[in-house]
T-cell receptor
Framework: QQQVKQSPQSLIVQKGGISIINCAYENTAFDYFPWYQQFPGKGPALLIA?????SEKKEGRFTISFNKSAKQFSLHIMDSQPGDSATYFCAASQSSGTYKYIFGTGTRLKVLA | ETGVTQTPRHLVMGMTNKKSLKCEQH?????MYWYKQSAKKPLELMFVYSLEERVENNSVPSRFSPECPNSSHLFLHLHTLQPEDSALYLC????????????FGAGTRLSVL
């Protein structure tokens, strides 16, 4: 019940295309869903996050779509650029008390020039 | 930079060695975390310190020993490690109150021979 399932494991997209990464969770107590971006040799960095009271959040070319009833959320990268090539992790947590993030296994994105 | 600094960046040690990983945060946070990152696995939370008190220990073997002398510093003491402990060890910090946004360091790449 504590797992977050992430797919696909890897993704290759042409420059200008849309990259879509999906995550699913089971624990309905989760109420905070961040996405992290990690470049080689760096630690993960927060990209965008959402709470379940909204179905979508957009920041620039990055959008999170959230489906509370299906317990799924996804990251969409519009107009994908070679500089977006990185590993993306979804996570889920409860905003009170436990400080625990449960991370997905990661998606390695490569955007071809 | 994220404001979380980890040293050393790379470490090679034998199974009988004793070494320590260091993490320092300059963000005024009061919670700190150790994660283990292995290939094709989710980030594994190892330890959580909140207000310098250990609040989480995720069944981590005793050959890993954390220390949090103050809210800005976190150590991970290593002894008699196994080759399967080779991984990227990430430190993160966050505030205790409000939204739990975790900021990660760049990690220490550990190789156990």
């Amino acid at each position: 019940q504590q797992q977050v399932k992430q797919s696909p494991q890897s993704l290759i997209v042409q420059k200008g295309g849309i990259s879509i990464i999906n995550c699913a969770y089971e624990n309905t107590a989760f109420d905070y869903f961040p996405w992290y971006q990690q470049f080689p040799g760096k630690g993960p960095a927060l990209l965008i996050a959402i709470r379940p009271d909204v179905s979508e959040k957009k920041e620039g070319r990055f959008t999170i779509s959230f489906n509370k009833s299906a317990k799924q959320f996804s990251l969409h990268i519009m107009d994908s650029q070679p500089g977006d090539s990185a590993t993306y992790f979804c996570a889920a947590s409860q905003s009170s008390g436990t400080y625990k993030y449960i991370f997905g296994t990661g998606t390695r994105l490569k955007v071809l020039a | 930079e994220t404001g979380v600094t980890q040293t050393p960046r790379h470490l090679v040690m034998g199974m009988t060695n004793k070494k320590s990983l260091k993490c320092e945060q300059h963000l005024g946070h009061n919670a700190m975390y150790w994660y283990k990152q292995s290939a094709k696995k989710p980030l594994e939370l190892m330890f959580v310190y909140s207000l310098e008190e250990r609040v989480e220990n995720n069944s981590v073997p005793s050959r890993f020993s954390p220390e949090c002398p103050n809210s800005s510093h976190l150590f991970l003491h290593l002894h008699t490690l196994q080759p399967e402990d080779s991984a990227l060890y990430l430190c993160a910090s966050s505030r205790v109150t409000g939204v739990n946004i975790q900021y990660f360091g760049a990690g220490t790449r550990l190789s156990v021979l």
